[in-house]
Nanobody, 132 residues
């Protein structure tokens, strides 16, 4: 049974850093796109970052580009999101996700998946709160 478990959320002041980690079970990070999404109260879900199955291609949402870095650890079967220069507008619940379609990587790149509406496996989410 596929399971995604996020860790590393918390509260930080503006300008600070946090690192989120998603550990996957029964789903190899090297098999498909894996990424992070977030949802703030009253806002639409937003694609934050994703990394390709090979770990060599990354895509970011415009609001986080240059501040966040996503990486893959195939040995630990995990994906991490390093978040620097955090802003109050980064406050949200952050979710790790991976496509249910095992062949999605053949049909589109991970950047397209990040902004699409594909059916995904989701973690339970971890809260990130940035105070000014």
């Amino acid at each position: 049974q596929v399971h995604l478990a996020e860790s590393g959320g918390g509260s930080v002041q503006a300008g600070g850093s946090l690192r989120l980690t998603c550990t996957l079970s029964d789903y190899a990070v090297t098999s498909n796109c894996v990424g992070w999404f977030r949802r703030a109260p009253g806002k639409e879900r937003e694609g934050v970052a994703t990394v390709s199955r090979g770990g060599d291609s990354t895509y970011y949402g415009a609001s986080v580009k240059g501040r966040f870095t996503i990486s893959q650890d195939s040995a630990k079967n995990s994906v991490s999101l390093q978040m620097n220069s955090l802003k109050p507008e980064d406050t949200a619940m952050y979710y790790c996700a991976a496509p249910r379609d095992p062949a999605l990587w053949k049909r589109r790149n991970c950047g397209q998946w990040l902004v699409g509406l594909d059916s995904n496996y989701w973690g339970q989410g971890t809260q990130v709160t940035v105070s000014s």
